[in-house]
């Protein structure tokens, strides 16, 4: 994928859509770059995402995005097309730092106080989500960023490559069982069912938000590090395996009780049931307040001083004809 940062290394390019530039990269992953850009008629700094029209996945993340634009907590996309003639392009609205970023700058351990707080807005972005008919399907701490400026305590949810219809929005028919599918997503998130090949649905995603938590009380999950020496399948399956057998009350060891009644909640719901959004969140906002803490988004790189501000003095490099690339 870094061929596609590679190609517009030393480029003079017009302007994406007349108006937006491309400048530093901020990232890839497995389907695309993003760099960071600038809205030249607003002035105002973008994120610009671009794929290699090989496949339709960031079409597919556009047309999820337009179905979430009125949403709190999901980018707001600005522009979707095509240039040079090989590549698809999505201008969207720049955010901050995502959590796993934000996880390592913390020395790999959140507090109690920001991991509820996060996990309030995570499962009410799953919600929102959800009502929409849509299921992620690669819940994992690089795909929750924190907003800027105004919006710097928001929570969003980004990256719906992956994502994936589970409902008819006329019918409501939610979609059949199958079995003997490969995992899609992250295997260290992944919930038990995935693993074990069956479709995931919403109850899936909310048992990933679980091991997130986890994750970031204890600084690490039992099943890191296995051994590279096993396949992708192999490891998948030995990850799985350790999920499956490992009891909650280890998994959980030093995590508030309340983790195993959410793990346990989870992977006890039906393949087509709604889960109970609002009790879930309901659990973690007594536990802050009974551990003392208020809701007032102070996190824990807020403590810090950290901050969200990274992204937001870039030198900008704007000609009304050409975009340099850096």
């Known amino acids: 994928m870094g061929t596609i940062a590679t190609s517009f290394k030393a480029k003079k390019v017009h302007l994406i859509n007349e108006r937006y530039q491309i400048q530093e990269k901020l ?166 069912n995935t693993h074990q090949g069956i479709e995931a649905t919403r109850r899936d995603e909310l048992e990933s938000v679980g091991y997130v938590m986890i994750y970031f009380l204890r600084g690490s999950l039992p099943w890191q590090g296995i051994t590279k020496k096993l396949c992708k399948k192999q490891r998948h399956t030995k990850i799985g395996e350790i999920k499956r057998d490992m009891k909650l009350d280890d998994l959980c060891r030093q995590c508030p009780k309340e983790l195993i009644r959410y793990i346990s909640y989870c992977r006890n719901l039906e393949f087509t049931e709604k889960p109970d959004y609002t009790s879930l969140r309901q659990m973690f906002r007594d536990l802050l307040k009974n551990l003392g803490h208020e809701y007032n988004y102070d996190y824990e790189w807020s403590e810090k001083g950290s901050g969200n501000s990274y992204l937001s003095t870039f030198p900008c490099n704007y000609n009304k004809d050409v975009v340099t690339w850096l």
């Open 27 to 192: 990232g890839e992953g497995s389907f695309g770059v993003v760099f960071n850009g600038l809205d030249t008629k607003k002035n105002e700094r973008v994120a610009i995402k671009l794929e290699v029209r090989t496949g339709s996945l960031l079409a597919k993340e556009w047309h999820t995005y337009k179905l979430l634009r009125n949403a709190v907590g999901f980018p707001k996309v600005r522009w979707f097309g095509q240039i040079m003639p090989f590549y698809d392009v999505i201008v969207m609205d720049l955010l901050g730092k995502n959590l796993g970023e934000l996880f390592r700058e913390c020395g790999n351990r959140f507090s109690i106080k920001t991991v509820l707080i996060l996990a309030d807005q995570m499962i009410s972005r799953l919600e929102y989500l959800h009502n929409m008919n849509i299921v992620h399907r690669d819940i994992k701490p690089e795909n929750f960023v924190m907003g800027l400026g105004n919006t710097r305590n928001t929570l969003y949810l980004v990256d719906f490559g992956l994502s994936k219809r589970f409902r008819d929005s006329y019918t409501n028919q939610h979609i059949s069982f199958r079995d003997g599918k490969n995992l899609t997503g992250t295997a260290r998130y992944a919930s038990i």
